[in-house]
């Protein structure tokens, strides 16, 4: 900012004196803007890192006791006080939603109208969603993502993300996949939820700087471990169950490559083996 040629004649003598406070303020002025007092303070989401011991229980009386530092549990199923009483226990504590398929056992099944619902996929009661219909979907989600944020949890493991590559009943590309997917991985972030990419291995290139971890069923009985590592080399978790392979035969495999790996039952009771 300057002052018109004219302008310096017409200062009083006293006034030159002064000039360099002046220019001082007149410059910190222009290049000091006002705080934005509406802007939300920004959240620090958790951000586990590779190898982190876990445990993954959606059925049964849930066992509390395991020394792991994170649980993930099913969000309809347990309240506040219990993802409290975890956090006390110095865990954090992931709430498992299926966002790509329909339950008939949730309490908000009869939201779904029947067009969004495609075909079975291989659990009783279950069923894929059309997810291209965001404007059907994103509602019903949000609501599911504020409960896990009014109940105290730390992230979202979001289920079945990979309709694409499935018989679903609707003819869904990589590209549906993928601006779904990210949907759901920008609403967990305006919750201050962390936010686990399931299964999905063929997108991890695409989708890795958009989520905090991975968690992946099954990469070493069909030998695809190897696809996971974007998500180590760029610090984040690889949360990994194996249910038919013993112990042996995955984990030297996981530990090269800093998978947090254990397995388990498929109903995924309180039981675990951990690598």
């Given at each position: 900012?300057?002052?018109?040629?004219?302008?310096?004649?017409?200062?009083?003598?006293?006034?030159?004196s002064?000039?360099?406070?002046?220019?001082?303020?007149?410059?910190?002025?222009?290049?000091t803007?006002?705080?934005?007092?509406?802007?939300?303070?920004?959240?620090?989401?958790?951000?586990?890192?590779?190898?982190?011991?876990?445990?993954?229980?959606?059925?049964?009386r849930?066992d509390?006791?395991?020394?792991?530092?994170?649980?993930?549990?099913?969000g309809?199923?347990?309240p506040?006080?219990?993802?409290?009483?975890?956090?006390?226990?110095?865990?954090k504590?992931?709430?498992?939603?299926?966002t790509?398929?329909w339950e008939?056992?949730?309490?908000?099944?009869?939201?779904?109208?029947?067009?969004?619902?495609g075909?079975?996929?291989?659990?009783?009661?279950?069923?894929?969603?059309?997810?291209?219909?965001?404007?059907?979907l994103?509602?019903?989600m949000?609501?599911?993502f504020?409960m896990?944020?009014?109940?105290?949890?730390?992230?979202?493991?979001?289920?079945?993300?990979?309709?694409?590559?499935?018989d679903?009943?609707?003819?869904?590309?990589?590209?549906?996949?993928?601006?779904?997917?990210?949907?759901?991985?920008?609403?967990?972030?305006?919750?201050?939820?962390?936010?686990?990419?399931?299964?999905?291995?063929?997108?991890?290139?695409?989708?890795?700087?958009?989520?905090?971890?991975a968690?992946?069923?099954q990469?070493?009985?069909?030998?695809?471990c190897?696809a996971l590592?974007?998500?180590?080399?760029?610090g984040?978790?690889?949360?990994?169950?194996?249910?038919?392979?013993p112990?042996?035969?995955f984990?030297?495999?996981?530990?090269?490559?800093?998978l947090?790996?254990m397995?388990?039952?498929y109903e995924?009771?309180?039981?675990?083996?951990?690598?």
């Open positions: 900012m300057s002052l018109p040629a004219r302008t310096w004649s017409l200062l009083p003598a006293r006034t030159w002064l000039l360099p406070a002046l220019v001082a303020l007149v410059l910190l002025a222009g290049c803007s006002a705080p934005d007092d509406s802007a939300p303070p920004r959240a620090t989401r958790w951000r586990p890192g590779p190898g982190t011991p876990w445990q993954w229980q959606l059925s049964g849930l509390t006791t395991v020394d792991v530092p994170v649980y993930d549990i099913d309809f199923e347990h506040r006080s219990t993802v409290a009483d975890l956090q006390r226990r110095g865990r504590v992931i709430c498992y939603l299926s790509g398929a008939e056992f949730r309490p908000d099944a009869d939201e779904f109208p029947g067009e969004v619902l075909k079975g996929n291989g659990w009783e009661g279950e069923r894929w969603l059309d997810i291209r219909r965001t404007d059907v994103e509602p019903l949000a609501r599911r504020d896990c944020r009014d109940k105290g949890f730390d992230a979202v493991e979001p289920d079945n993300m990979d309709g694409y590559a499935n679903t009943g609707f003819p869904l590309t990589a590209d549906d996949q993928l601006r779904y997917n990210r949907l759901i991985a920008r609403m967990a972030h305006e919750r201050g939820l962390s936010v686990g990419l399931k299964n999905d291995l063929d997108q991890i290139p695409a989708l890795v700087g958009e989520f905090d971890f968690v992946n069923e990469c070493a009985q069909y030998a695809e190897a590592t974007p998500f180590v080399e760029a984040k978790a690889v949360f990994h169950v194996e249910y038919e392979l112990t042996s035969r984990c030297p495999q996981s530990r090269r490559l800093g947090s790996s397995r388990k039952r995924l009771d309180a039981w675990r083996r951990p690598c």
